[in-house]
Each structure stands twice: as structure tokens, then as C-alpha cells.
């Protein structure tokens, strides 16, 4: 009976040895999950700017959590120039606006040439413009009127940034409308060929694909069309970026070239809410417009009654309370268009 006793203590102290040698095997790999979360929080932090505190959208009466609540987040792409005194301009304007409830999002391209009243300014110019006349606050202001929904987060994302998170989840595969050729911006800079059909790309022959304008016979809208395709095929090569050096890149990435209101926790609190999101959940909404030539200037001028469609279903996706009209109705001129 002795031995059997003997026998079972050293089986119990093999097995809490075994169990010490889990328990510190599983502490050292959670160590380094901390260890990378908390260096790509602390390179994505690098990229907050709250606006000189501003708490919510003058159009909410409370604030809202992404992630939590429907909001809604103006993304700009931005082509700094050298030049440390210039703000630059948006190359690239959309709003998305997120619904927890059913993992959905509404995007909506705004073509850059569109005729809209520059806030605080009381003048009709391109939309792109309200960033080069007042910076974040006029752009967001701006877009606020023309939509007539609440602008709850804004995200400026230059160049580099684009490219970095395409190469990061290993190039996309877009749908190439004609052929045409583009080239790429950055220094070493070559010619792209894009033919007809499926074709997978790089960060810098994505870049090439989605500014290319000249060529498109729809101009402007045909290059919103290709922006919008581009970003639903990054959508579900991002979802795939589950293990934590790819997360930790994406951080790195995020707190060199985006400038944005949401906070670490509040993009995090998105990401685990939309871990089953795809491009399937992602719905592109657009409006009309007509070319116009005003005073030497290119324009598109919105037109009124797709304008007021665009402005009730991101407000319906926003859970706001909509009567069908608009208390910022599209000016005469372009109600006449």
C-alpha cells in the first residue's frame, strides 16, 4: 500500500511540474501578445488629434461610441505638399457610416469636383477645397451641411499610408474596368499596366489605380467607382489580419501616416464588433450629378432629389430621425441642373 501511495505522489508532482511548464510557457507567449498590443496602441496613439477636444458633432445633441453606437467617420486621403505651411489637399473624399447592430456599412464617395457651399466661407466652390481653405474642422463642416448627418470621427490618410496597408495584407485584387496606363507616384517612380479584367496588385499600383482620372471616360465618378471597389477588396484581405505581428504592423503604420479622432479603444472596440465583417456587409450609395463649366472651372453639380436619397439612407443607417427633407437643401443652382 506504501508504494501505491508513493507511486501516486510522484505521478502528482509530474503532473504539477507539466502544468508549472504550461502555465509558464502560456504567461511568456501572453507576455509578448501584450507586449506587441501594447507597442501597436502605443504607434497608433501617435495618431490621435481630437480637434482641440471636440467632444461630438455640433449636429448631435449626445456623443457616440464607435463601435458601440451608429456613427459615421469622414476618411480623407490627403496629398501633403512639400511644403511645411501648406495643408495640402484632399485628393480623396468618403464618408462611412457604421451600424453595429447588423455589422453593416454605407459608403459614400464625394467626387471632388462637387459644387457645395464651403462652410463658414458662405461660397460655392469644390468640395476638395474646404480642406486647403480651413483645414479638417472647414472639411468636416462642409460635408456636414452638404449630407446633413453629423460627422462623428475623420480619419486623414496620406499616400504612404495607402500603400503600406495594401502591401500589409499582401497586395489586392481589383477589377480592372479598360486598359489603360498610370504611373506611380514615388520616387523610382514606373509605368503600370492595367489590362482588362482581374488583376492583383501591389500598394503602389494600387495607388496608380485609383488616382488615374484622365483616362476614364467618366471621369471623376469612374475613378470614385474604382476607389470604392478597391476598398471593399482591402476589406476582406484585412479581416484576414489576425495574427499580432500583422497587428502590430498595421499600428506602426497607423501612427506614422493617419491623423485621426477615434481613439485606440474605440477602434479596437469597432474591430472585435465587426470580426465577422466582409465586403459583403458593405454597401456603396452614390448621387448624381451633371459637368458643368462655371467662370473657367470644371464642376459637377449634385442633383437635388439623388442628393436627398444619399442624405435619407445614411440617416436611416445612422438611426436618426428623417422627415424626407433637408434642413440644407442643395443650392438653386444645382436644383436646376
Known amino acids: 500500500m506504501g508504494r501505491v501511495e508513493e507511486r501516486q505522489k510522484r505521478k502528482k508532482k509530474r503532473s504539477r511540474k ?3 511548464i504550461i502555465l509558464i510557457v502560456l504567461f511568456i507567449a501572453l507576455g509578448g501578445v501584450i507586449y506587441y498590443v501594447y507597442e501597436s496602441m502605443q504607434a497608433a496613439g501617435e495618431s490621435y488629434n481630437d480637434l ?11 456623443s457616440v461610441a464607435l463601435g458601440k453606437d451608429p456613427s ?12 511645411p505651411n501648406s495643408r495640402g489637399r484632399t485628393d ?13 456599412v454605407k459608403m459614400v464617395s464625394l467626387p471632388r469636383d462637387t459644387r457645395v457651399e464651403i462652410a463658414e466661407r458662405g461660397t460655392m466652390d469644390k468640395i476638395n477645397h474646404a480642406y486647403a481653405f480651413g483645414g479638417t474642422e472647414m472639411a468636416i463642416h462642409t460635408v456636414e451641411n452638404f449630407l446633413d448627418i453629423p460627422i462623428d470621427y475623420y480619419a486623414e490618410i496620406d499616400f504612404d499610408a495607402f500603400v503600406n496597408i495594401v502591401d500589409l495584407v499582401g497586395g489586392v485584387t481589383v477589377t480592372v474596368p479598360f486598359d489603360f496606363e498610370e504611373k506611380t507616384m514615388h520616387p523610382g517612380s514606373r509605368w503600370v499596366e492595367f489590362k482588362e479584367g482581374e488583376q492583383h496588385v501591389s500598394g503602389e499600383e494600387a495607388l496608380a489605380f485609383v488616382r488615374m482620372r484622365k483616362q476614364d471616360p467618366r471621369g471623376d465618378i469612374g ?12 476589406v476582406d484581405e484585412a479581416v484576414k489580419l489576425r495574427n499580432v505581428t500583422k497587428i502590430d504592423d498595421l499600428g506602426r503604420v497607423i501612427g506614422e501616416n493617419v491623423t485621426t479622432n477615434v481613439k485606440v479603444s474605440d477602434g479596437l472596440s469597432l474591430f472585435m464588433s465587426m470580426s465577422s465583417f466582409s465586403s459583403d456587409n458593405l454597401e456603396s450609395i452614390s448621387y448624381d450629378t451633371n459637368p458643368q463649366w462655371i467662370n473657367g472651372g470644371s464642376y459637377e453639380i449634385p442633383v437635388q432629389e439623388s442628393v436627398e436619397e444619399v442624405r435619407n439612407a445614411l440617416k436611416k443607417h445612422l438611426e436618426l430621425s428623417s422627415d424626407g427633407t433637408s434642413k440644407t437643401p442643395v443650392n438653386e443652382v444645382d436644383q436646376a441642373s
Do not use: C, H, W
Not at 461630438?56 to 445633441?61: A, F
Not at 480623396?92 to 453593416?104: A, G
Not at 475613378?223 to 482591402?234: F, I, M, P, T, V
Open 18 to 20: 507539466r502544468l508549472y
Open 52 to 62: 482641440d477636444g471636440r467632444e461630438k458633432s455640433d449636429l448631435r445633441e449626445e
Open 72 to 83: 459615421s467617420i469622414l476618411v480623407m486621403g490627403v496629398e501633403n505638399y512639400e511644403d
Open 92 to 104: 480623396t473624399m468618403m464618408v462611412l457610416t457604421f451600424n453595429p447592430k447588423d455589422n453593416s
Open 223 to 234: 475613378r470614385n467607382a474604382r476607389q470604392q471597389e478597391l476598398l471593399k477588396s482591402l
